[in-house]
Nanobody, 125 residues
Framework: EVQLQASGGGLVQAGGSLRLSCTVSGFTFDDYAIGWFRQAPGKEREGVSCISNNDGSSYYGDSVKGRFTISSDNAKITVYLQMNSLKPEDTAVYYC??????????????????WGQGTLVTVSS
């Protein structure tokens, strides 16, 4: 059974940092790309970042470039999203998801087959 477990959300002040974790099971880690997505109330789900575990390539949404960093730990079968310089507009439920092989630069949610539950990130001003 494929499972993705997202964790690490919480309440943080603007300018602060959080690290999200996505631990996976049920598939070969190196064969999949893991993406982070977020959805704020009343808004569509958007791609935040993605890492292809087969070659380490990564992508970021324009709104988070330079502030967020995605990384992967094969030994722990976990993908991290380090979020720095957080802004109130980063407030959302964050999800991790998996698709076979590689990321797509535009990170369309419909191309990710497996999804974890969300973790709420709230950034106060």
């Amino acid at each position: 059974e494929v499972q993705l477990q997202a964790s690490g959300g919480g309440l943080v002040q603007a300018g602060g940092s959080l690290r999200l974790s996505c631990t996976v099971s049920g598939f070969t880690f190196d064969d999949y790309a893991i993406g982070w997505f977020r959805q704020a109330p009343g808004k569509e789900r958007e791609g935040v970042s993605c890492i292809s575990n087969n070659d380490g390539s990564s992508y970021y949404g324009d709104s988070v470039k330079g502030r967020f960093t995605i990384s992967s730990d094969n030994a722990k079968i976990t993908v991290y999203l380090q979020m720095n310089s957080l802004k109130p507009e980063d407030t959302a439920v964050y999800y991790c998801a998996a698709r076979y092989l590689s990321c797509i630069a535009t990170m369309p949610p419909r191309n990710f087959r497996y999804w974890g539950q969300g973790t709420l990130v709230t950034v106060s001003s």
